[in-house]
């Protein structure tokens, strides 16, 4: 019989991961609205094609006065946010641009914009993209230290400790019906986020001695001043346990920033594993035993 503590363990520690991810999310999807980060990445998109138009002297106007036009236009079409009311351009279809451009410039502005509007929305794709990863890395950065989620920390109290694995485990279920709830738009409101991120921090609670807990200004002084827990503790000591969490935290950070449909999707694969393991296992004990396998 195959033994499955350690797939267990393994699976344990991905709803851990997936838990963090979602607070990563939730966070990220706040920080992104708040700072309109897809809006700016398309208006500089579209300053750089009308930069690349402006070379080939087809407008005499500069690019950031197109810009503002457009998005003027936009903003009369209902395209604003929704406490200031400031013009926000998450997407933009070709057809739009050019009957704008039509209307406040020129037809032949419109048809050399439609001509290089794919190319240079791919460069928005390509700058967005690396947008949000530097905003994930930050994030998962700041939620790791908070809650001091070392990752060696939480393996090895996971490893050890049946109870807290198996409490972890029954979590899977409420977790992935946090995962279908969860909606970016709802990160919007700052009760939402805050509730949101109550109950996903309960779920790490309820795992008991787990050890992710909200990192206070007094461990860290103690540490560094060899005070508290840390006092008579030899500088070398002190200084191979500090290399050790900041491995941690660096490994955490890392995981964290595969994003949460990641984890889930892994989660999903380990349960199949699981479940596959299982059915070999019953089957063999049955054989052996000369009897019918369970269906």
Known sequence: MP?????????????VLL????????VQSLIKKYLKLKSRSLVDSLSDLFAYVDSQTLVAKAPAELVEKVTEEFKKLGRVSLIRKQPMLDSIAKADLTKILEKVESKTL?????????????GFEERYT???KSVTIVVSIVVV??????????????????VMRNAILQKRDLVQQQLKTQSPEAATQAEALKAELTQLQKYLD????LGIRLLRPAQIADFAGAQGVWKDVPF??????GIKVIGGFAIMVML???????????????????????KKSDTENVEDKGGQPRS
């Not at 503590?5 to 393994?10: A, G, H, M, W, Y």
């Not at 309820?206 to 001695?209: D, I, K, L």
């Not at 070398?236 to 346990?241: A, D, I, K, T, Y």
């Open 3 to 15: 033994d499955l503590k350690t797939l267990d363990t393994i699976i344990a520690m991905v709803i």
């Open 19 to 26: 838990v963090l991810s979602l607070i990563v999310q939730s």
């Open 110 to 122: 419109a048809d050399e914009v439609d001509k290089w509007f794919d190319t240079a929305m791919q």
């Open 130 to 132: 690396r947008h949000m």
């Open 145 to 162: 230290v908070l809650l001091n989620a070392n990752f060696f920390q939480v393996y090895h109290n996971i490893s050890t400790n049946d």
């Open 206 to 209: 309820e795992a008991p001695g």
């Open 236 to 241: 070398r000591n002190r200084l191979s346990h």
């Open 256 to 278: 964290l920033s595969a994003g949460a449909p990641f984890w889930q999707d892994a989660l999903e694969s380990l349960f199949g594993v699981k479940n596959l393991l299982r």
